[in-house]
Structure formats: structure tokens, C-alpha cells
């Protein structure tokens, strides 16, 4: 047993309550966070400064008693780094000005970025001095799959159109791609555990644009390659899976990682049906749950009496909101702790 309730859940350990973080915890419902940000002076410039990036990757572990802290930066840091312009625009979002479209664009692309992230390692290093030793640090990424997405069409998209029409139209241009991507990921990751963490995530936040196939071929292959890539090197680190929007796929999940992530869309019931005895499932409380405590009260109620503190941890099905009340999220946290303990 590791002296952090997290990194027990993460191998199936008995572990005295389920643990609990929360996607998205270090954000805009904290008025701590805003505060920083303000200081920053954008989105971008706190990603780049590590103290400040720090503050704010702690501040949920003071505030809320989640039992683990995730880093505070953005998976387009990636692409940002390989060479691609990146602008957050106020009341947009992200945008790529110049989006890929050519093989040049492609050969132009810099696969040294990982060492370019010193930002982010310097702010894990922060982090880690400051943890208290009984919570852990989530280290993450972008999967290829959705960092391409946002690498060609050059912003958020609804319908995928442009990067939909090249896995069909343009399949190798498109794996091109992603066997770079996957390359410069897997050593992102790596060099975030040297800096520290105790455990990675991959979000596959546009998963559910993809048909089976097409998901299985584009995005989760070269999700688990990054994940064995991983395992082979640091066999003590835990590796979760987040895939959003995929339930209809779950039979055909494989590979070598620890944890999967359930989004609020999945049943739960089915997760634990065709994935619980693989791995250790984290989710999946609806995040506007947290808009009433009676919501949360039932919500918590069906997934702790699901997995029965068996081989689970606790998160919401994907981030928390900008609007959201701390207090009910300082509830929530409360509330699963206590309540997974009976069993």
C-alpha cells in the first residue's frame, strides 16, 4: 500500500473510502482561481508561469479535500510547441490561425516540442514540494485524436467536417499525423513523470465524433500505444483512459493501462458490466448535478451504491462548470467520502 488513497484506487487496492478529484477542479467557480488569472493576465500566460500554475493545481486540494491535484495546463500546449501558433480568444476559445493542410505543413512540425515544455515541468516540480504526501499529482494530455482534430481545423468544431472528410479522403495524411503526435506525447508524459507525477491522464475529449471503426483506428490505437509506451517504462505509474462519448464501444476496449474514465452519458452499471473487471473505473456524476445538493444526494447515492467502493473513483463525468458553487462541490467531496467508508 502507497501512502496515497488515489494511487491505491488506481491498482484495485481496498483502500478505507473512494477517492475523489474532479476534472477541471482548478477553475473559474474558485474566486482563488480567478484571482491568479487576473494576475496573469490571460489564459496562456498562467499556463507558462509555473508559480502561478502551481498556486492554482493546489488550490482545489486546500479548498475541497479532493484526494488528488491535476495539473493546471491545456493539452494545446502540445501543438503550441510543435511549431503552431495558438491564440485564446475571449469568448471563443482556442484557435490555430493556421490550421494544417499540406504534407509540408506536416513535415514542418517540430518534434522536439517535449523539451520545449519546460514550463510545465518546472511547475510540476513546484507542486510536488508543496503536495502534502497523502495526495497525489495527475500529470495529462491530449490524445492524437483530439489534438489533430483542433490541428486541422484550426479551432473547436461541432461537425468535424474538415478532419472527418481527411480520414476518409486522406487516411495516411492523417496517420502521419498522429504517429508524430503519438511520438511527442509519449515523451511529454514521460518527462511529466520524471518532473513528479504520480499518475497520467489522456483525454480523448472528441472521441465520440468517430464511428467504431474509425474511433478504434484513429484514435484508440494510438491511445493505447502511448499508454503501453508508458507502462513498459514506469510500470508504477497509473495510466487513465478518458475517451469521452464512446459507450456504445466499451466491448472493444483494450490494452495495457490501469483506470477508464466513464463520462455522465455511460451508465455506470454498464461501465462495471463490460469494463469492471479490467480495470478501475473512474466516474461519472452528471457535472450539473452540482447545481443542487438534491441532485448530488442521488447521484452520489446510485454510483457509490454501484461500485460499492470496489474497484472506483469518484469524479464527475467531465469537468466542472464556471458557475458552480464551492460549497457544493466541498459537499460532493465530503459526501463521497463519507458515504463510499460503510462499505
Same mark, same amino acid.
Given at each position: 500500500?502507497?501512502?496515497?488513497?488515489?494511487? /491505491?484506487?488506481?491498482?484495485?487496492?481496498?483502500?478505507?473510502?473512494? @477517492?475523489?478529484?474532479?476534472?477541471?477542479?482548478?477553475?473559474?467557480?474558485?474566486?482563488?482561481?480567478?484571482?491568479?488569472?487576473?494576475?496573469?493576465? $490571460? +489564459?496562456? $500566460?498562467?499556463?507558462?508561469?509555473?508559480?502561478?500554475?502551481? #498556486?492554482?493545481?493546489? !488550490?482545489?486540494?486546500?479548498?475541497?479535500?479532493?484526494?488528488?491535484?491535476?495539473?493546471?495546463?491545456?493539452?494545446?500546449?502540445?501543438?503550441?510547441?510543435?511549431?503552431?501558433?495558438? #491564440?485564446?480568444?475571449?469568448? +471563443?476559445?482556442?484557435?490555430?490561425?493556421?490550421?494544417?493542410?499540406?504534407?509540408?505543413?506536416?513535415?514542418?512540425?517540430?518534434?522536439? &516540442?517535449? $523539451?520545449?515544455?519546460?514550463?510545465?515541468?518546472?511547475?510540476?516540480?513546484?507542486?510536488?514540494?508543496?503536495? &502534502?504526501?497523502?495526495?497525489?499529482?495527475?500529470?495529462?494530455?491530449?490524445?492524437?485524436?483530439?489534438?489533430?482534430?483542433?490541428?486541422? #481545423?484550426? !479551432?473547436?468544431?461541432?461537425?468535424?467536417?474538415?478532419?472527418?472528410?481527411?480520414?476518409?479522403?486522406?487516411? /495516411?495524411?492523417?496517420?502521419?499525423?498522429?504517429?508524430?503526435?503519438?511520438?511527442?506525447?509519449?515523451?511529454?508524459?514521460?518527462?511529466?513523470?520524471?518532473?513528479?507525477?504520480?499518475?497520467?491522464?489522456? *483525454?480523448?475529449?472528441? &472521441?465520440?465524433?468517430?464511428?467504431?471503426?474509425?474511433?478504434?483506428?484513429?484514435?484508440?490505437?494510438?491511445?493505447?500505444?502511448?499508454?503501453?509506451?508508458?507502462?513498459?517504462?514506469? @510500470?508504477?505509474?497509473?495510466?487513465?483512459? *478518458? @475517451?469521452?462519448?464512446?459507450?456504445? *464501444?466499451?466491448?472493444?476496449?483494450?490494452?495495457?493501462?490501469?483506470?477508464?474514465?466513464?463520462?455522465? &452519458?455511460?451508465?455506470?452499471?454498464?461501465?462495471?458490466?463490460?469494463?469492471?473487471?479490467?480495470?478501475?473505473? !473512474?466516474?461519472?456524476?452528471? @457535472?450539473?448535478?452540482?447545481?443542487?445538493?438534491?441532485?448530488?444526494?442521488?447521484?452520489?447515492?446510485?454510483?457509490?451504491?454501484?461500485?460499492?467502493?470496489?474497484?472506483?473513483?469518484?469524479?464527475?463525468?467531465?469537468?466542472?462548470?464556471? /458557475?458552480?458553487?464551492?460549497?457544493?462541490?466541498?459537499?460532493?467531496?465530503?459526501?463521497?467520502?463519507?458515504?463510499?467508508?460503510?462499505?
Amino acid at each position: 500500500m502507497s501512502n496515497k488513497i488515489f494511487i /491505491d484506487a488506481c491498482f484495485g487496492k481496498k483502500t478505507p473510502y473512494t @477517492p475523489i478529484w474532479m476534472m477541471r477542479q482548478a477553475g473559474r467557480y474558485l474566486s482563488e482561481y480567478m484571482a491568479v488569472r487576473e494576475k496573469a493576465g $490571460n +489564459f496562456l $500566460n498562467l499556463c507558462h508561469a509555473p508559480d502561478m500554475a502551481a #498556486e492554482v493545481t493546489l !488550490q482545489p486540494i486546500d479548498i475541497l479535500g479532493v484526494d488528488a491535484a491535476i495539473l493546471f495546463s491545456d493539452i494545446l500546449v502540445v501543438p503550441n510547441e510543435m511549431g503552431m501558433e495558438l #491564440e485564446f480568444i475571449k469568448g +471563443f476559445g482556442p484557435k490555430f490561425p493556421q490550421p494544417l493542410k499540406t504534407d509540408e505543413d506536416l513535415d514542418a512540425l517540430d518534434m522536439s &516540442a517535449s $523539451n520545449k515544455l519546460t514550463y510545465v515541468y518546472e511547475t510540476i516540480k513546484i507542486v510536488r514540494k508543496e503536495l &502534502a504526501d497523502d495526495k497525489a499529482l495527475i500529470g495529462f494530455t491530449g490524445s492524437p485524436w483530439t489534438l489533430a482534430t483542433y490541428m486541422i #481545423e484550426g !479551432q473547436g468544431t461541432k461537425t468535424y467536417a474538415v478532419v472527418k472528410k481527411l480520414i476518409y479522403s486522406n487516411p /495516411d495524411y492523417m496517420h502521419k499525423l498522429l504517429d508524430k503526435l503519438t511520438v511527442v506525447i509519449t515523451e511529454y508524459l514521460e518527462k511529466q513523470i520524471e518532473a513528479g507525477v504520480d499518475a497520467v491522464q489522456i *483525454f480523448d475529449s472528441w &472521441a465520440s465524433a468517430l464511428e467504431r471503426d474509425a474511433f478504434f483506428e484513429f484514435s484508440w490505437d494510438y491511445m493505447v500505444k502511448i499508454a503501453e509506451n508508458i507502462k513498459a517504462k514506469y @510500470p508504477h505509474i497509473p495510466v487513465i483512459m *478518458f @475517451p469521452k462519448g464512446i459507450s456504445g *464501444f466499451l466491448d472493444g476496449i483494450y490494452g495495457n493501462f490501469d483506470v477508464f474514465g466513464v463520462d455522465w &452519458a455511460t451508465p455506470i452499471e454498464l461501465a462495471k458490466e463490460k469494463l469492471g473487471d479490467k480495470y478501475v473505473l !473512474q466516474g461519472n456524476l452528471e @457535472p450539473t448535478r452540482l447545481y443542487s445538493r438534491d441532485a448530488i444526494d442521488k447521484g452520489v447515492d446510485h454510483i457509490i451504491n454501484t461500485m460499492k467502493n470496489e474497484r472506483h473513483i469518484f469524479n464527475l463525468g467531465h469537468g466542472m462548470l464556471p /458557475d458552480l458553487d464551492r460549497n457544493n462541490a466541498k459537499y460532493l467531496v465530503d459526501k463521497v467520502h463519507s458515504d463510499s467508508s460503510k462499505f
